[in-house]
């Protein structure tokens, strides 16, 4: 290989590599912005799914309630 080629090849390799640097800083741009877009709408979803949960613990503590009851009311029926 003579010093040209050697020079073109590495102007070539160096050329694909500034291009492949470039293509991925526009990726990571557009999940950035991507990623910005959408978090208020996460937040939201994120929200509904804490308030989903509360309300999902106060129906456990609810029927836990109505089951205390109801073994209580077995129970005495069985005594008398």
């Given at each position: ?10 102007e ?40 989903q ?8 503590t609810e ?10 009311q ?7």
């Amino acid at each position: 290989m003579t010093t040209e080629s050697w020079h073109e090849e590495q102007e070539r390799k160096f050329s694909e590599t500034r291009d492949l640097i470039n293509s991925n800083a526009r990726i990571v741009e557009a999940l950035v912005n991507r990623r910005a877009e959408i978090a208020p709408e996460q937040e939201q979803i994120f929200q509904i799914i804490a308030q989903q949960q509360a309300e999902i613990r106060d129906l456990q503590t609810e029927n836990r309630r109505i089951l205390d009851i109801l073994e209580g009311q077995k129970d005495d029926s069985a005594t008398n």
